[in-house]
């Protein structure tokens, strides 16, 4: 068996290496000490706040280094490859951050409140810790136009296993019920709305929303027994709920 302990000098050169760069200490780079290729941070910046800066990068984009730094060896960047232009991430950056400037520079002081009482937009504000911001139902509806329904709700679990908690997806009762609402002006498509209908319910089964909803499409899609009977859940769920109420009389024989 090879000796797997790590010989004291390194060990000590580790630990100087990491207070050194304590946000990198998972292991992500060497910084160079002089930058030579900004063109929206100030050039003269402090190593540090520019540590800051990049850390806050990859926190709010949910990303390392390397999404937005190219590395030849496809690990972690060299101190000189930090400055190097190639990667489509950092181009885009570059872009965001003047947005950002221009939304807090300009648009915010725009609406004439108290700059000190004012709001600031940071790369969080919209990422959220990932590298795309778009709302879960966007995300899924591009898939489903795509891949179609298994799909579409494959990536919903997968999702919520993987996001769960965190502010990247709203995993609320709200985002299925509005993608069946696209999905259903297509009578061809109302059998998978029904199906994220049931999705959700799995998630939050005393949602008498989502009832009325799944009620409504069984109703479109002719099957009367079942909608009787999503209208009976939502009504025990919501008995205040009128409408739930109209709908059920309009469909009950009498
Ligand atoms: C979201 C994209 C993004 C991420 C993630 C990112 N950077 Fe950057 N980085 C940039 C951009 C854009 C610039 C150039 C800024 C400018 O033009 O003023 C830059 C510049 C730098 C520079 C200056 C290079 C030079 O000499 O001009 C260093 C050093 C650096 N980043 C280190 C890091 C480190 C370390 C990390 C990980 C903790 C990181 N970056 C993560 C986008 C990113
Ligand atoms: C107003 C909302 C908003 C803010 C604030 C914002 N972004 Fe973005 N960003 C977006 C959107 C939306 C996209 C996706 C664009 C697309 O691909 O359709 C995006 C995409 C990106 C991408 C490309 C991601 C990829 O891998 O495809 C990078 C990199 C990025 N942003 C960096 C930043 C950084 C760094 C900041 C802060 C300086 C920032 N963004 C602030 C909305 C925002």
Redesign the pocket.
């Known amino acids: 068996m090879p000796d797997s302990r790590i010989p004291v000098r390194a060990c000590l050169v580790l630990v100087a290496t990491c207070l050194a760069f304590v946000?990198?200490c998972a292991g992500?780079?060497q910084?160079?000490t002089?930058?030579?290729?900004?063109?929206?941070?100030p050039p003269d910046i402090a190593p540090d706040s520019?540590?800051s800066v990049?850390?806050g990068?990859?926190r709010a984009?949910g990303?390392?280094?390397i999404?937005?730094?190219v590395a030849a060896n496809g690990v972690r960047?060299s101190?000189e490859e930090?400055?190097l232009d190639g990667s489509e991430?950092?181009r885009v950056?570059?872009v965001m951050?003047q947005m950002v400037e221009a939304i807090n520079g300009q648009h915010l002081p725009a609406i004439g409140r108290p700059v000190a009482a004012l709001a600031r937009v940071t790369c969080a504000t919209c990422h959220r810790g990932i590298a795309r911001p778009i709302p879960l139902e966007e995300v899924l509806r591009v898939t489903y136009e795509r891949a179609g329904i298994d799909s579409t709700i494959a990536q919903y679990r997968g999702l919520r296993r993987e996001h769960f908690g965190a502010s990247a997806y709203d995993f609320s009762e709200l985002p299925l019920p509005t993608l069946a609402d696209r999905l259903a002006e297509h009578a061809a498509r109302r059998p998978d709305a029904a199906r994220l209908m049931r999705l959700n319910l799995e998630f939050y089964p005393a949602s008498w929303f989502t009832y009325q909803q799944l009620a409504q499409l069984e109703a479109a899609m002719g099957d009367t027994t079942a909608a009787i009977l999503s209208l009976e859940r939502g009504l025990a769920l919501n008995p205040q709920r009128a409408f739930l109420r109209e709908l059920l009389a309009r469909l009950k024989p009498r």
Request: aromatic share 12%; hydrophobic share 55%.
């Open positions: 946000p990198l992500e780079a910084l160079p002089r930058f030579t290729n900004l063109r929206v941070l520019l540590l990049m850390g990068f990859t984009l990303v390392r280094c999404h937005c730094h960047p101190a930090f400055a991430a950092k950056a570059r951050w």
